[in-house]
């Protein structure tokens, strides 16, 4: 028996011809909250499941960097005038004026009102940035910032009259329609010697052996800002939040308000609503589980990347050995334990990953060391003070890349862990990965001449 109560009927009903709208539009925004807590929620966990490099220990591919802005001839902003490596401004101009239009009232009698009109219009606008070093307490690394996702301190924002200085001063002479005569001056900007946080593809200089931070179409993430990482990944976590709930609300709007034309009753209105918001709840869990299972699989890939930074510098350094082995034989000639010592550094020529049987990737300088020492006539040998010197160096960097591999793999051994990750885990099928266990090696610093 249909429901005669009239309260109990929706008042929609009376809008019926724009149901169909109202309910595309939540859906539609519902569909794009959904993308937006998604997208919010991968680049909150990748910042989080990124270890943080040294300067030094940059190696190919996705590196997160924190230091100070450093430059040897930085730029001067255009508003505040500091010294920056970027800046952006902007000079908007306040107008107003009064609108008389015509309307028809209920009775269907024309009549006339006024309404006033108000608004900021931008009338300048620019900014600058340039190549620059992020620098730590090991060395400094170039970054190219073209092309990258840049968040900067505000540095100065003045709203002033026509009388002011600043208006004619910094801001163009003609005037907008209607204007008020006053603006407003906004301006941001990376000083020098502000820390950074950075996230980017690291790739090889082409002028000198050495990495640098640039632009690269197929990073998953290129930002510089002066925020804190907690800042940013707290800001993404709301972000993921906030978009969940209000997809959750749209989605059981349009649901509602879709199908009361149809159901007519409002109790039935709501339930499909709840219906629908249940709906938007299952996609949402599952890009969750979605987004979790890729930050994993993204984990572990990073761990066989370092392991493999840390392989390319092995090659190096068995590269060397064969030279330094034959300089040593040839002045050494066939005394015991020099040839044990060379015994034992040949066997690190090869070297195996952590957790598989082999010899594990130990540092060869001090046993180098040792023998240079048993034979002073070799400290004249300019040829083997060279591959002394690329040996020695090619220790650091593996001590580095061997400190990122550890990194990563207790970032990805953590992860796996925590609740409810662990669970996803253990349903891919995701072991915990091992360690490195070697002694350490002195590093060396980049030294650069900067900008006071």
Same mark, same amino acid.
């Given at each position: 028996?249909?429901?005669?109560?009239? %309260?109990?009927?929706?008042?929609?009903?009376?809008?019926?011809?724009?149901?169909?709208?109202?309910?595309?539009? +939540?859906?539609?925004?519902?569909? =794009?909250?959904?993308?937006?807590?998604?997208?919010?929620?991968?680049?909150?966990?990748?910042?989080? &499941?990124?270890?943080?490099?040294?300067?030094?220990?940059?190696?190919?591919?996705?590196?997160?960097?924190?230091?100070?802005?450093?430059?040897?001839?930085?730029?001067?902003?255009?508003?505040?005038?500091?010294?920056?490596?970027?800046?952006?401004?902007? $000079?908007?101009?306040? /107008?107003?004026?009064?609108?008389?239009?015509?309307?028809?009232?209920?009775?269907?009698?024309?009549?006339?009102?006024?309404?006033?009109?108000?608004?900021?219009?931008?009338?300048?606008?620019?900014?600058?940035?340039?190549?620059?070093?992020?620098?730590?307490?090991?060395?400094?690394?170039?970054?190219?910032?073209?092309?990258?996702?840049?968040?900067?301190?505000?540095?100065?924002?003045?709203?002033?009259?026509?009388?002011?200085?600043?208006?004619?001063?910094?801001?163009?002479?003609?005037?907008?329609?209607?204007?008020?005569?006053?603006?407003?001056?906004?301006?941001?900007?990376?000083?020098?010697?502000?820390?950074?946080?950075?996230?980017?593809?690291?790739?090889?200089?082409?002028?000198?052996?050495?990495?640098?931070?640039?632009?690269?179409?197929?990073?998953?993430?290129? %930002? $510089? !800002?002066?925020?804190?990482?907690?800042?940013?990944?707290?800001?993404?976590? /709301?972000?993921?939040?906030?978009?969940?709930?209000?997809?959750?609300?749209?989605?059981?709007?349009?649901? +509602?308000?879709?199908?009361?034309? =149809?159901?007519?009753?409002?109790?039935?209105?709501?339930?499909?609503? =709840?219906?629908?918001?249940?709906?938007?709840?299952?996609?949402?869990?599952?890009? /969750?589980?979605?987004?979790?299972?890729?930050?994993?699989?993204?984990?572990?890939?990073?761990?066989? @990347?370092? /392991?493999?930074?840390?392989?390319?510098?092995?090659?190096?350094?068995?590269?060397? =050995?064969?030279? $330094?082995?034959?300089?040593?034989?040839?002045? !050494?000639?066939?005394?015991?334990?020099? @040839?044990?010592?060379?015994?034992?550094?040949?066997? @690190?020529?090869?070297?195996?990953?952590?957790? &598989?049987?082999?010899?594990?990737?130990?540092?060869?300088?001090?046993?180098? $060391?040792?023998?240079?020492?048993?034979?002073?006539?070799?400290?004249?040998?300019?040829?083997?003070?060279?591959?002394?010197?690329?040996?020695?160096?090619?220790?650091?960097?593996?001590?580095?890349?061997?400190?990122?591999?550890?990194?990563?793999?207790?970032?990805?051994?953590?992860?796996?862990?925590?609740?409810?990750?662990?669970?996803?885990?253990?349903?891919?099928?995701?072991?915990?990965?091992?360690?490195?266990?070697?002694?350490?090696?002195?590093?060396?610093?980049?030294?650069?001449?900067?900008?006071?």
């Amino acid at each position: 028996m249909r429901d005669e109560n009239p %309260m109990n009927t929706l008042p929609i009903i009376a809008l019926e011809n724009w149901t169909p709208v109202i309910a595309g539009v +939540g859906g539609v925004i519902a569909i =794009i909250m959904l993308f937006v807590a998604m997208r919010a929620n991968k680049r909150g966990r990748l910042i989080s &499941d990124v270890p943080t490099s040294k300067t030094s220990g940059v190696f190919i591919g996705l590196v997160e960097l924190k230091g100070t802005a450093e430059s040897e001839s930085p730029l001067t902003s255009f508003l505040d005038e500091c010294h920056c490596v970027w800046f952006q401004y902007s $000079i908007a101009e306040h /107008w107003s004026r009064t609108v008389t239009e015509t309307y028809t009232d209920s009775d269907g009698n024309t009549k006339t009102r006024t309404r006033r009109e108000s608004g900021w219009k931008t009338v300048d606008s620019g900014g600058s940035m340039q190549p620059f070093y992020l620098k730590d307490e090991v060395g400094a690394v170039r970054v190219l910032p073209e092309g990258a996702e840049i968040s900067g301190d505000g540095v100065f924002s003045e709203t002033v009259s026509r009388g002011d200085p600043l208006y004619y001063g910094k801001g163009p002479a003609m005037a907008v329609a209607h204007s008020d005569h006053r603006r407003r001056f906004v301006e941001t900007a990376i000083r020098l010697h502000v820390p950074l946080y950075l996230m980017g593809p690291s790739r090889l200089r082409e002028d000198i052996v050495a990495p640098e931070i640039a632009h690269d179409k197929y990073a998953q993430l290129f %930002m $510089i !800002s002066t925020k804190s990482e907690e800042s940013i990944v707290k800001g993404y976590t /709301w972000q993921f939040v906030g978009c969940g709930l209000l997809g959750a609300i749209f989605a059981g709007v349009g649901a +509602g308000v879709g199908t009361s034309s =149809i159901v007519m009753t409002r109790e039935l209105a709501i339930l499909y609503g =709840i219906l629908g918001a249940v709906v938007y709840g299952l996609f949402f869990a599952m890009g /969750w589980i979605w987004t979790v299972y890729n930050s994993l699989i993204g984990l572990r890939n990073r761990v066989n @990347q370092a /392991w493999s930074n840390v392989d390319v510098e092995l090659k190096r350094r068995s590269d060397l =050995i064969p030279n $330094i082995v034959k300089s040593i034989e040839a002045a !050494s000639g066939h005394e015991r334990e020099v @040839q044990e010592e060379l015994a034992a550094i040949r066997a @690190q020529a090869g070297v195996t990953q952590p957790g &598989d049987s082999g010899p594990d990737p130990e540092g060869v300088a001090g046993r180098l $060391i040792a023998v240079v020492e048993r034979y002073p006539e070799l400290k004249t040998n300019g040829n083997f003070l060279h591959l002394q010197e690329q040996l020695i160096d090619t220790e650091q960097r593996i001590a580095l890349a061997r400190e990122y591999y550890n990194e990563s793999v207790e970032y990805y051994n953590n992860r796996r862990e925590v609740v409810p990750d662990r669970f996803i885990a253990s349903l891919a099928g995701m072991p915990p990965k091992p360690y490195i266990q070697a002694e350490n090696f002195e590093r060396a610093a980049v030294k650069v001449d900067f900008a006071e």
